[in-house]
């Protein structure tokens, strides 16, 4: 079966999340039915990532298998035609190379988290960002965020229902930008644990609102107890922002 | 009665406008009936512009009249409090100065105009942006908007159910900003003529697209005919960006 890579944006508000699951839409299950669609056969997705109900992505590399070889510009006009009205669009598609595999490949994500620090409430990014209604001071955000910064053991920032093997990961960014009444915390690592990114978030907003010294991060950190991590910020300011593909891939 | 002016952003995507109409919800309509539910009595609200269906406001500047005074966070707090779950929020309120009135002290408008050049539709920005499925060059569409800087008779960018009394007005600004995919367009005037943004940015879109060489929207304007103009641009990529108001206003 030939096998396309993707890159998908999509809006997650409507749906369960990325995974196909019998509970309401998904994202991966609303391109496989674009792409039976098109073929009239199965046409298995697999994405970089699996997001959460309401997580968006500006730009999840996801890969899908066709029963026969269309060119790439057809699979992604055919997908688009076929996604339509759901808010997912294909933005690029080409031929995969020999191998690729959108999970097992991948050597890289990056995550966007947006929040929105302002009194009122947002009319334009209602199901976009994150609201706190209070000022976040983002150097001490970003003084917090230092301490978790290469290989850790995140057990703090993890899910319950997090199935990875092990907690130990590395992250190698956390960027903090401001942009007027907006925080933007720009996360990379090779992967990622569930939930990682907004515990993450929720913890520093912590420490931007003051509640929490920046120091409290490491000590969050080292005691391996998801107890003493932060709220877990909501779903709808993060983003699955991009997937990176090294070597030959 | 004591006079608030409020700071207001708002998706116009629910609303037949900014105008109260019998037929359908307004964002003037639902401001007054928020002053309303906190005073018990009529709250008149009056705004720097009138916006189309569709169109929305990043910072609307209008005035509200209370029938007692109330300290100026209560006003914001209270009416955000009754906007709800309308996507209207009031930024900011202030106990206006003597004789303040948003519309006729009003120096200043300003406007902006995304478009979102690429091929694949827009999954997280649909309402936001309008859509242009091919590239667009922002330099040609800077050469042509050249042509309507400064003091003309707008005739060409005026819709037929314009109801002011001159078509000639003093536009100060046409800047061109690109974002990747996305093109912006930032106006600015003491006053517009209705349509008018819109009608300049349908008609640079042809420009950008190569459709028509820059020169012709010079050409398009010294015509002063309705029919020279390109296509009116879809209202929801139009904001209402901000409101100026000089000297001691």
Same mark, same amino acid.
């Given at each position: 079966? &030939?096998?396309?890579?993707l890159?998908?944006e999509?809006?997650?508000?409507p749906?369960v999340?990325?995974?196909?699951q019998?509970?309401g839409p998904s ?14 056969a199965?046409?298995p997705?697999?994405?970089?990532g ?5 997580? *968006?992505?500006?730009?999840m590399?996801? =890969?899908?298998?066709?029963?026969? &070889?269309f060119?790439a ?8 035609? =076929?996604?339509r009205p759901?808010p ?7 031929e ?6 959108a999970r097992f490949s991948c050597?890289g994500?990056?995550?966007l988290y947006?929040l ?5 409430p ?8 994150? =609201?706190?209604?209070i &000022?976040?001071d ?7 965020a ?7 053991d995140?057990?703090?920032?993890r899910?319950v229902?997090?199935q990875?093997?092990?907690p130990?990961k ?12 907006e925080?933007?915390l720009?996360l990379?690592a090779?992967?990622?644990l *569930?939930n990682?990114?907004r515990s993450i978030?929720g913890?520093?907003e912590r420490v931007?609102a003051g ?5 409290a991060v490491?000590?969050a950190l080292?005691?391996?107890d998801r ?6 910020a909501?779903?709808r ?7 990176r593909y090294?070597?030959?891939?």
């Open positions: 079966m &030939p096998r396309y890579r890159t998908v999509f809006d997650g508000t749906f999340g990325w995974q196909r019998d509970n994202v991966q299950g609303a391109l496989e039915a674009a792409g039976e669609a098109l073929t009239g199965p046409a997705v697999v994405g970089a699996r997001t959460d109900a309401g997580v *968006h992505a500006l730009a590399t996801a =890969h899908i298998d066709l029963r026969k &070889p060119p510009r057809t699979v992604r006009e055919a997908l688009n035609a =076929h996604l759901a997912i669009a294909v933005l690029d598609a080409e995969a190379e020999e191998g690729f595999h050597t994500r990056s995550y947006r929105l620090a302002r009194r009122a947002p009319a334009l990014e209602r199901e976009r960002v994150w =609201h706190v209604p &000022p976040l983002e150097g001490a955000m970003a003084e917090g230092k301490a978790l910064i290469g290989r850790h995140f057990t703090t920032f899910s229902h997090c990875s093997r092990s130990v590395t992250l190698d960014e956390v960027r903090i930008e401001r942009a007027g009444d925080i933007r720009h990379a090779r992967s990622f *569930h990682q990114v978030a913890t520093l931007g509640a929490w010294p920046p120091e490491g000590t080292s005691a391996k107890a003493a991590c932060g709220p877990v909501p779903a300011g993060l983003y699955f922002a991009a997937a090294d070597s030959s891939a």
